[in-house]
């Protein structure tokens, strides 16, 4: 069975600094997907980032980029110039067929 | 314009009752999901339909009964509410965009039995 690990349960950072939140997972599949999703405290779920095992260059979107070991079975998840806004809960997840395993979270809070 | 909508966003109810919380889609994905979130904010997947079949149904007590009328539906019933069924709610939808399977969430169903 798949699982998701975040180690990181809470984490803080000051206002434009660079954050990185950590993710592990265990899988026997060699093609899945992983992702970063977000939960602000409005509760709306939001796609952060995706990434293609298959893949080896490290996705990347604005301010948000990933370092994918596929080996290692890592995926952590870079936030650079952090803001207020990104405050919230950030969830790892990895998908294979059509079924998704969560992380449990890690609560990032940006601070002024 | 909303991609994936759930009603009602708050629900307080009884111990004992049966509620049922809505969910539609009209991005025209054939997947949608039901998540539950407890306490911890721990996100588990309870059940997929995939053109209205069912293909994943985790370890979920037989009271709660997903129904998929359509496509763009997939409603979760749950029969003689317990105070553990206290959690968020998510529904959620996907479609198969370049090989992978991106998902929409809607906005979560907070559910309080008393």
């Known amino acids: 069975a798949q699982t998701v690990t975040q180690s990181q349960p809470e984490m803080s950072v000051q206002e434009a600094e660079t954050v990185t939140l950590s993710c592990t997972y265990d899988t026997s599949e060699n093609n899945y997907y992983l992702f970063w999703y977000k939960q602000p405290p409005s509760r709306q779920m939001i796609l952060v980032i995706r990434?293609?095992?298959?893949?080896?260059q490290n996705a990347t979107e604005n301010r948000f980029s990933v370092n994918f070991q596929k080996a290692a079975k890592s995926f952590s998840l870079k936030i650079s110039d952090s803001q207020l806004g990104d405050t919230a809960m950030y969830f790892c997840?990895?998908?294979?067929?059509?079924?998704?395993?969560f992380g449990p979270g890690t609560r990032l809070s940006v601070l002024p | 314009d909303t991609a994936v909508s759930q009603t009602p966003k708050y629900l307080v109810t009884q111990m004992g009752n049966d509620k049922s919380i809505k969910c539609e889609q009209n991005?025209?994905?054939?997947?949608m999901y039901w998540y539950k979130q407890d306490s911890k904010k721990f996100l588990k997947i309870m059940f997929s339909y995939n053109n209205k079949e069912l293909i994943i149904n985790e370890t979920v007590p037989n009271r709660f009964s997903p129904k998929s009328p359509d496509k763009a539906h997939l409603n979760l019933h749950i029969n003689s509410l317990e105070l553990g069924d206290s959690a968020v709610y998510f529904c959620?939808?996907?479609?198969?965009?370049?090989?992978?399977?991106?998902?929409?969430f809607g906005p979560g169903t907070r559910l309080t039995v008393l």
């Open positions: 991005l025209g994905h054939d997947t």
């Open positions: 990434q293609e095992a298959y893949k080896q």
């Open positions: 997840a990895f998908e294979y067929g059509q079924n998704f395993v």
């Open positions: 959620a939808s996907s479609h198969w965009d370049r090989g992978y399977n991106e998902q929409f």
